[in-house]
């Protein structure tokens, strides 16, 4: 038997969850399928365990900071706490949560595995073998986000490596835990774990934090040291294999081979495509997806355009959840305006576009210290042929950075657009910084001019005086004499 809907969303993570939302409150008759559970990797394996695991240690690491409250700190973390209260956040991998919601929205829930069948129709494959078949009238929309990628490095897959989903899901922590790579999970779960007293051994092939500015990933680097981790950048690695004590043994070039309890690879995502029928409408397996603005798959799918779209991480242009979502809302609108014969808005900045992926992606890494990032580095906007001047400044010369807490105050960082007067990047790096993010975003995505932004006035004595700072570095327009220069503020740390 068929069943006939208006649009088939594959995939139940954040971003399925929102397209079909949005589709819906389109007025469209929305089936979502999923095969594992409704929330997705977000949800049981990625942002919310990664983040509790996080967070306690850096709780007692921001009281530290504070003389006063640093003396009444006098126990360990509790590491069995943390886990506890990360499987409650992550409700002991049930989604009981997330199908109440799906039946709250009047969103149809078909569990199993989905592959596209040709125009507009999807099979799915139940547990027990049985099928459904899907026609959407208006259209199909894949985010089947991705898994994590392991390198072909001879014996780790025969090492039982984690990934990312064991070291988010773990009961207990390792004693030794190695991790391959030097990216966001590398450096995040290198952090979580150095904070439950297990001995962290990062290997690296290049820099921390490739995508931010390079002050970002050396932060993270000494951060990790400072909690006992040991960091080795440039690592080129030979082979990986568990030895007969149960021990992973990684031979590393020119240097002691790593030995851990553990060895978590991560380096990188591969899209789920592989099973998901492209090849019935002209796409190769196993893919990253194309799409234009408004999430529509690239060409003509199956012989006819507008119908297919994917949506989050699957179509790799920003494997971020806010992103995704941000995506989803755009795509299922349009979704419904399309089916609607309404208007599309697909100008730049429109509401059926997501045209924030390519100016403004903020990113924060829950790392020791925060790093958190939107717009363009300063090496991005030089790529990118713009003309620009690059401003950095302490936190510490905001008062408010010393006031919150003593030690290493980190370091903030605007690029702007020579010609236009906007701000077109920044960065921030420090205990605490991830909340001054968004004033960012603000400023990159609204186009404001740095003459008006003189006028949003930061309370004193907050972090975000770190923007004056950053102004006064600017120097004020009209004002020949202020290039650069710096008014004093009252109690600045040094
Ligand atoms: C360790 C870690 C930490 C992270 N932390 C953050 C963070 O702090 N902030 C942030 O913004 N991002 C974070 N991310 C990235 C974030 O998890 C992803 O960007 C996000 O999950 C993407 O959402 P999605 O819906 O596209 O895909 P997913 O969350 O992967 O969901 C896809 C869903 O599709 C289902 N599915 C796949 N194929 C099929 C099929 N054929 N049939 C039926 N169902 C299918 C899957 O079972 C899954 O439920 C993190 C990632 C990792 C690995
Ligand atoms: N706080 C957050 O926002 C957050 C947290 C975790 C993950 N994420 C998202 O999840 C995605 C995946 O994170 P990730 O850390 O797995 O990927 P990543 O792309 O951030 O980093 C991959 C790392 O692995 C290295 N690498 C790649 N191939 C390698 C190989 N063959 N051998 C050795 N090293 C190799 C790269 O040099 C890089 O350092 C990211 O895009 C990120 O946006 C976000």
């Excluded at 399925?16 to 997705?40: S, T, Y």
């Excluded at 500015?213 to 990790?224: N, Q, R, V, W």
């Excluded at 495509?273 to 999430?295: R, S």
């Excluded at 600017?474 to 290039?483: E, I, K, Q, T, V």
Aim: include cysteine.
């Amino acid at each position: 038997m068929v069943r006939e809907v208006d649009v088939v969303v594959i995939g139940a993570g954040p971003v399925g969850e929102n397209v079909a939302d949005r589709a819906k409150a389109g007025g469209l008759d929305v089936v979502i399928v999923e095969r594992e559970l409704v929330g997705g990797e977000c949800s049981y394996w990625a942002c919310v365990p990664s983040k509790t695991l996080l967070r306690s240690a850096a709780a007692l690491r921001a009281a530290q900071r504070v003389p006063g409250a640093a003396e009444a700190v006098t126990g360990e973390l509790d590491v069995a706490a943390v886990l506890r209260r990360r499987n409650e956040w992550v409700s002991d991998w049930s989604d009981a949560g997330g199908e109440e919601w799906l039946r709250g929205a009047g969103i149809g829930l078909e569990r199993g595995h989905a592959r596209l069948a040709g125009l507009r129709r999807v099979v799915v494959e139940h547990a027990d073998g049985s099928t459904t078949e899907l026609a959407a009238r208006h259209a199909v929309v894949i985010a089947t986000g991705t898994d994590a990628a392991v390198p072909d490095l001879p014996g780790l897959a025969d090492a039982r490596p984690w990934t990312s989903r064991e070291a988010t899901s773990a009961q207990t922590a390792p004693a030794r835990l190695a991790i391959i790579g030097g990216g966001v999970v590398a450096v995040e779960m290198a952090t979580a774990y150095a904070g439950f007293g297990s001995e962290v051994t990062v290997l690296a092939r290049s820099s921390l934090l490739g995508g931010m500015e390079p002050f970002a990933g050396e932060a993270a680097a000494d951060g990790l040291r400072g909690l006992g981790a040991s960091v080795h950048l440039g690592a080129r690695l030979v082979s990986a294999a568990r030895d007969d004590r149960d021990q992973v043994v990684i031979e590393v070039e020119g240097g002691e081979p790593v030995v851990a309890d553990e060895v978590l690879v991560a380096t990188g995502r591969a899209p789920r495509t592989a099973d998901l029928g492209l090849d019935t409408v002209g796409l190769a397996p196993g893919d990253w997806i194309e799409v234009d603005d408004t999430l529509l798959v690239a060409g003509e799918p199956a012989g006819e355009a507008g119908w297919l779209y994917a949506v989050g991480d699957v179509n790799r242009r920003a494997l971020l959840t806010h992103q995704g979502k941000y995506q989803a809302r755009a795509a299922g609108d349009v979704i419904a305006a399309r089916a609607a014969g309404g208007l599309v808005d697909d100008a730049d900045w429109g509401v059926h576009v997501a045209t924030a992926d390519h100016a403004a992606v903020p990113q924060v890494v829950f790392a020791e210290p925060e790093c958190a990032s939107v717009g363009l580095t300063e090496a991005a906007a030089e790529r990118a042929g713009r003309r620009t001047r690059v401003l950095d400044v302490p936190l510490g010369s905001a008062s408010g950075s010393g006031i919150h807490g003593d030690g290493p105050g980190g370091r903030a960082r605007l690029v702007v657009d020579r010609d236009r007067e906007t701000v077109i990047g920044a960065t921030f790096v420090g205990p605490d910084i991830a909340e001054l993010l968004h004033a960012a975003t603000i400023a990159i995505v609204g186009e404001v001019p740095i003459r008006r932004l003189w006028h949003a006035v930061p309370a004193f004595p907050t972090v975000s005086e770190i923007w004056l700072r950053l102004l006064e570095a600017l120097g004020r327009p009209d004002a020949p004499g202020d290039r650069g220069a710096s008014a004093p503020d009252e109690g600045a740390a040094a």
